[in-house]
């Protein structure tokens, strides 16, 4: 029993240090455009114990996931800044060929006239194919981005491609990679879905610093009471030990 009791507390202090971890990785992380805060979740522990006793008290393993909820959309003014209003998703692709789900709407052209993220990923239209724009003709200052997409000049009347916006069946199977990029390592069916873009827009954290530090100061207690209840286990067997040899 005591060997269980130690290691399902040791087993705690992990999940409370990583828990703790996530916290404060969603601190830091505040004020970064479209950042998706990780909460920590439990999920049962493989089983490895062989007494009924241990069989009927399991333990847990940590897990974190994202929070999808939508940030915070503050106005920049930058017409090639979008917000995205729904569950959709941007997806970009890196020279490799590789594809990325994001919400982070700051896009800028490049050199060669293509419409990138702020790491430099092509953005793909409804298609699946990178958005070109002639920086001959194109005017990012009268550049308008309706709100199904379509990426055109009033003033000339040309038009350059839409963008490409999906929602996947299972958004919490992404694996977030950096910068604010989201890998879909399942492969799924993605479903176009045009509409909800907001120009001029950027979508926020959805971090509530003062909700973090809430549950941060709950941790670090738990944590405490966590490691007072080891040492507490740790004296009783001593004393159970002692008493037997007498």
């Known amino acids: 029993m005591g060997g269980y009791g130690e290691t399902a507390l040791v087993r705690g202090l992990g999940f409370l240090a990583e828990k703790q971890a996530a916290i404060a990785n969603n601190l830091a992380n505040v004020d970064t455009t479209s950042f998706k805060r990780r909460v920590a979740t439990t999920t049962p522990g493989a089983a490895s114990f062989q007494s009924l006793l241990e069989q009927e008290l399991p333990t847990v393993e940590y897990q974190e996931r994202a929070d999808l909820s939508r940030g915070i959309v503050r106005e920049t003014g930058n017409r090639l800044d979008v917000a995205i209003d729904g569950p959709q998703w941007l997806r970009v692709q890196n020279r490799a060929g590789a594809t990325f789900y994001t919400r982070n709407g700051q896009l ?36 308008v981005i309706s709100p199904n997409g379509q990426i055109g000049d009033p003033k000339s009347g040309a038009t350059y491609g839409t963008l490409g916006l999906f929602t996947l069946p299972r958004p919490e199977a992404l694996v977030p990679t950096g910068n604010g990029l989201y ?13 909800g873009v907001q120009q001029g827009f950027l ?25 007072k209840a080891l040492s ?7 004393n159970l030990v002692n008493n037997i040899l007498r």
Not at 109 to 131: E, M
Not at 183 to 195: F, I, K, N, T, Y
Not at 205 to 227: G, K, P, Y
Not at 232 to 238: H, V
Request: net charge negative; proline share 4%; aromatic share 2%.
């Open 108 to 143: 800028q052209v490049d050199a060669q006239g293509q419409l990138v993220n702020r790491s430099g990923l092509a953005v793909l239209d409804s298609g699946g194919a990178p958005i070109s724009l002639n920086t001959t003709d194109a005017n990012v200052g009268t550049l």
């Open 183 to 195: 890998a879909d390592p399942e492969g799924q069916a993605a479903s176009l879905v045009p509409g």
């Open 203 to 227: 979508e926020g954290s959805n971090v509530d610093s003062l909700q973090e530090l809430v549950q941060m100061i709950t941790v670090e207690r738990s944590f405490t009471a966590t490691q």
């Open 232 to 238: 507490g286990l740790g004296r009783m067997e001593e």
